[in-house]
Nanobody, 114 residues
Framework: VQLQASGGGLVQAGGSLRLSCAAT????????MGWYRQAPGQQREWVAD???????NYAESVKGRFTISREMGKNTLYLQMNSLRPEDTAVYYC?????????WGQGTQVTVSS
């Protein structure tokens, strides 16, 4: 099982980035997928998730700015991040869940400068 996150980088406040998470070794269609983030010195926090039927949920801190989506044919999860703020700076991780099976990606760094 591999979850390969990419798309992070350095962006100015107000800018946008799109993260991708390519899944291999799992039946992507059967997993609930999510994005989490971890800032330096802080605990990992949930950002957003998307169900098998593409129902979505968002943390209040990103609602209206971030959009999670999934492309079944490409086994890929996305996170479109708009209106980025310095407090969005963190390592972003993707997560795949099916029942008690949990898989994490390796993370991609997002840095937002003020």
């Amino acid at each position: 099982v591999q979850l390969q996150a990419s798309g992070g980088g350095l962006v100015q406040a107000g800018g946008s980035l799109r993260l991708s998470c390519a899944a291999t070794g799992i039946n992507f269609n059967l997993y609930r997928m999510g994005w989490y983030r971890q800032a330096p010195g802080q605990q990992r926090e949930w950002v957003a998730d998307i169900s098998r039927s593409s129902g979505t949920n968002y943390a209040e801190s990103v609602k209206g700015r971030f959009t999670i989506s999934r492309e079944m044919g490409k086994n890929t999860l996305y996170l479109q991040m708009n209106s980025l703020r310095p407090e969005d700076t963190a390592v972003y991780y993707c997560k795949a869940v099916r029942g008690t099976i949990v898989n994490w990606g390796q993370g991609t760094q997002v840095t937002v400068s003020s």
